[in-house]
């Protein structure tokens, strides 16, 4: 199985930054990518950023040239560098790994979520 834990989110007002990060563990083979994923109140899960082993990102129009998704690959963890941030990007934040625990087994794994709240 593979573990993750998420940490960084916060209060924040308008126009200010966060950092988010996600710590992969557990039975890792090879991870395929990461990413980020938020859910507002009343709203679908939406995908926020993601990264793929050969290091290509792909970001929602909403967050593009705002966000940053990177990766350090030496400690299977991914972060989501937020800047410029708005009210409208209020939600529970979370983390996805999709990963090989063996040559022949994928699966996909849900962090805990963390709020992230913007103040105007």
């Known amino acids: 199985q593979v573990q993750l834990v998420e940490s960084g989110g916060g209060l924040v007002q308008a126009g200010g930054s966060l950092r988010l990060s996600c710590a992969a563990s557990?039975?890792?083979?090879?991870?395929?990518?990461m990413g980020w994923y938020r859910q507002a109140s009343g709203n679908p899960r939406e995908l926020v950023a993601t990264t793929n082993a050969g290091g290509a990102s792909d970001y929602a129009d909403s967050v593009k040239g705002r966000f940053t998704i990177s990766r350090l690959n030496a400690k299977n963890t991914v972060y989501l560098q937020m800047n410029s941030l708005k009210p409208e990007d209020t939600a529970v934040y979370y983390c996805n790994v999709r990963a090989y625990s063996d040559p022949r087994i994928w699966g996909d794994t849900w962090g805990q979520g963390t709020q992230v709240t913007v103040s105007s």
């Open positions: 557990g039975s890792v083979f090879r991870i395929v990518a």
